[in-house]
């Protein structure tokens, strides 16, 4: 009897030993480092030029709703073509913001994109491509069809590739921005990096009045790193890359499912925009 209590006995501690094995802590996958590098590839085929439209514009701005469709109809007409962000500049009284409840679209970002073209004299007005018209760069409405005629024939020097995620568990996102010449550029070129946002509801002036309900879209939230452009390489190779990573801080009232990131480069001498690109946040 003692030696079965012995036996029993050995085999319980056994198991009490072994059900206390220190477990191995769960693995963590993190985030791959930030990149910040230039390199050296084969030249990559052209990418199709797509045209940047800027719509200056104001919440305030009775014709303002007529130019953001003008825009939206140009753009459904060359699909993949023609890329909408709208800024919402300081020029009073067309841009006073409405107060509470309704969201801010002014930002100082805005501010220095407009004057970076131009002084606004009146909403609402466009850029595209930073073209000169009539010797401005901030086009009437009613000459926008011109302009983007003209650019839409034009082929680019320069890829643009954008990969944007929206990271919930840090609530924030993570974009990857890369451009390649496709052929050798002489002159300098700078790339501008900015946030955009759909499907912002908020009060809109009108032809009639005003829309509580309205929908504002491509709203320019924030421009990354500067307004007037970080400069890359001089002259650039065919085949010389850009690639920058990013870390965006979520805004309280940003909605991630609305947000898209674009980026556009232009020449450092004529301030053409060469090519520009967009990419919603992937959730």
């Known amino acids: 009897m003692r030696i079965s209590n012995f036996f029993f006995g050995g085999i319980f501690l056994a198991f009490a030993l072994m059900s206390c094995e220190e477990e191995n802590p769960p693995i963590k996958f993190t985030e791959r480092p930030l990149l910040d590098t230039t390199y050296l590839s084969a030249a990559p085929n052209a990418q199709t030029k797509r045209v940047f439209l800027a719509d200056v514009t104001g919440v305030r701005c009775n014709n303002c709703p007529r130019a953001a469709q003008k825009a939206f109809d140009f753009q459904s007409a060359n ?3 023609i890329e909408i962000v709208a800024i919402y500049p300081t020029y009073k009284p067309l841009s006073n913001p409405w107060g509470d409840p309704y969201d ?3 930002t100082q970002d805005a501010d220095d994109l407009a004057n970076s073209v131009g002084v606004v004299s009146a909403l609402p007005s466009g850029i595209i491509d930073n073209m000169l ?3 401005k760069r901030l086009i009437d409405e009613n000459s926008w069809s011109v302009v983007l005629d003209g650019q839409l024939v034009k082929t680019t020097p320069i890829n643009i590739d954008i990969n944007a995620r929206w990271l919930s568990a840090d609530n ?3 974009i990857e921005v890369k451009a390649t010449a496709n052929k ?6 700078s790339w501008v ?3 955009l946002e759909d499907d912002i509801v908020g009060k809109q002036s009108n032809a009639t009045g005003y829309d509580e309900k309205y929908k504002f879209k491509h709203v320019l939230r924030k421009i990354v790193n500067s307004p007037m452009g970080d400069p890359l390489q001089t002259p650039m190779v065919a085949g010389f890359t850009t690639e920058k ?3 965006i801080p979520s805004v309280v009232k940003w909605k991630p499912e609305h947000l898209s990131c674009m980026v556009w480069v232009f020449d ?4 053409e925009i060469l090519q520009v690109s967009s990419a919603k946040f992937s959730l």
């Open 79 to 81: 699909p993949g073509r």
């Open 104 to 106: 801010t679209l002014n």
């Open 133 to 135: 018209y009539n010797g």
């Open 172 to 174: 924030k996102g993570r």
């Open 184 to 189: 050798a550029i002489a002159n300098g070129v």
């Open 193 to 195: 990096i900015a946030i």
């Open 245 to 247: 990573h990013y870390y």
């Open 268 to 271: 450092n001498t004529t301030k």
